[in-house]
Structure formats: C-alpha cells, structure tokens
C-alpha cells in the first residue's frame, strides 16, 4: 500500500515510522510512507502558505494555490484508486471499520492542515472523504495521519506477528476486548483467572466472550447500539443483561449485571 502524506512538518511524519508495526509493514513492502510539503509549491520568495480569512476571524487559513499543487503531485504518484483524505474536526469519526476500508485500498494520500483550516476550494477540488480522530482540537493534521498510518498498517497482511490479533481487537466485532494475563500466575497477591490455566479452549474463548461483553456494556454501552454482534456474542449480551453471572477477571469475584439507573 501506497501513502502519501500533505503536510508543513514531513519529519513530524518521517521521524515516527521507523518504529513497532509501521516500521515493520514499511520494512517488510507491505507499505510505503512519502511526504509533500506545500511550502515547496509557494511562489513567493517567502514560501508563503497562509493569509488572513475572507469575513475576518482570528487566526490564518491555509492558501489553495500552493495546497492544491502539492495535493496534486502526491496523488499522481499514488496509483488508480487511490482516496484523498482531509484530516478534519468537521469529518466522519474515524473508526476500526473506516480502517478496514482504507486498508483495502491500493493507495491513500492524507491532507494534515494546519493553523485555522484549509481553504474551502481545497476540499472541493482535491479531497475525496473528510475525517475526524475524535470530538477534540489538535494544532494540525499529522498526529492523526499517523494514528490512521498506524490503524491501516495492522491490518495489512504480514504486518502483524500474529493475524489473529487483529481480529480478536477491541472494535473488531463490536466489542471490546476482554483482560489479558501473562506470568507471573500470581502477582501481588492477585491470581490469572483459573479458566486461563485450564487449557480449555472452548471454555477459554467462552470466558473472553463474556468479558468483552461485560467490558463493553460496562464502559463503552453506546458500541452496542448498531453493533453487528455474531449469534454467539449477541447470546452472552442477552444473558449478561438478564443477570446471568460472568466471571470479573483476576479478583475470582462474580458479577452479575444490574441495570444502569436512570
């Protein structure tokens, strides 16, 4: 997979792939990083690439003349198919399902803006699709090019030492994931739940399956409301909402589920 990134700061961008499943895909060919700087693109001899808003307003915009070009160039490396994205508060939420779908893409440009925003004319003449990391401000668009780098390269295949793992993720299927335990069995007094030490695999995925479902109920409630649950795990949020008893993890207590007050 091919991407490319527009953005003011490239060694913002350049100097975090080096490391952990990025620098690992990008290593391996599973996928490669490149950078386009708009600054580049400026005509004046002081690479400008901001100026005040129409209408007033604090803060600059980001001009089109030299935005556009670099967008421009960066796309024609990419090959057919490939998706403009604008890094904006104003996007799509940007979830696990958004990153399967860019994952299946041969190539994907990412517009990290800066300062007040892009001018409007940019996003109508150079982006395909805008999206959000979150309901929170951020002074420009690379840390979240690099949260999706990072959430697009799990999923390509070869990427991760185990495939599995990206399919047992938290948002996967809805929910989100269970406890983990490794050694110690026995750490500060606190016990790895016997079922993990059984070797019993059905009994094991069953007890993951429970808590997932009790973790997502308990945290995140809202994941549940147009989750796509498979048969099994749409049974245990039925039987955890009607009180049956799950195991809470390391304390060996049991829990029952209560109803939320309103």
Request: glycine letters at 10%.
């Amino acid at each position: 997979m091919k991407i490319e990134v527009v953005t003011l700061f490239p060694r913002m961008i350049t100097g975090a792939l080096e490391f952990g499943i990025v620098g690992r895909a990008i290593t391996r060919g599973l996928m490669s990083v490149a950078t386009e700087d708009p600054r580049l693109h400026a005509s004046d001899a002081h690479r400008t690439v901001d100026d005040r808003p129409y209408g007033g307003g604090p803060g600059m915009v980001m001009k089109p003349e030299p935005l556009l070009a670099a967008i421009r160039a960066a796309h024609a490396r990419l090959p057919p198919g490939s998706l403009r994205v604008y890094l904006s508060a104003q996007g799509r939420p940007f979830g696990q399902a958004q990153a399967r779908e860019l994952a299946a893409l041969p190539g994907l440009l990412l517009l990290a803006g800066r300062y007040e925003g892009v001018d409007e004319r940019v996003v109508e003449l150079g982006i395909d699709r805008e999206l959000s990391v979150g309901d929170y401000v951020l002074s420009g668009g690379e840390l979240p090019a690099l949260l999706i780098i990072d959430a697009v390269a799990r999923l390509l295949p070869g990427a991760l030492g185990d495939e599995r793992s990206s399919v047992e993720d938290s948002f996967a299927h809805g929910l989100l994931e269970g406890p983990h335990y490794t050694r110690p069995e026995v750490f500060e007094g606190r016990g790895v739940p016997p079922v993990l030490l059984s070797g019993d695999h059905a009994d094991i995925r069953r007890w993951r399956l429970a808590q997932a479902v009790a973790r997502t109920v308990e945290r995140r409630p809202d994941l549940l409301a147009n989750a796509q649950l498979a048969p099994e795990a749409r049974r245990a949020l039925n039987e955890f909402q009607t009180g049956a008893s799950s195991d809470a993890g390391a304390s060996g207590r049991t829990r029952s589920w209560e109803p939320r007050s309103r």
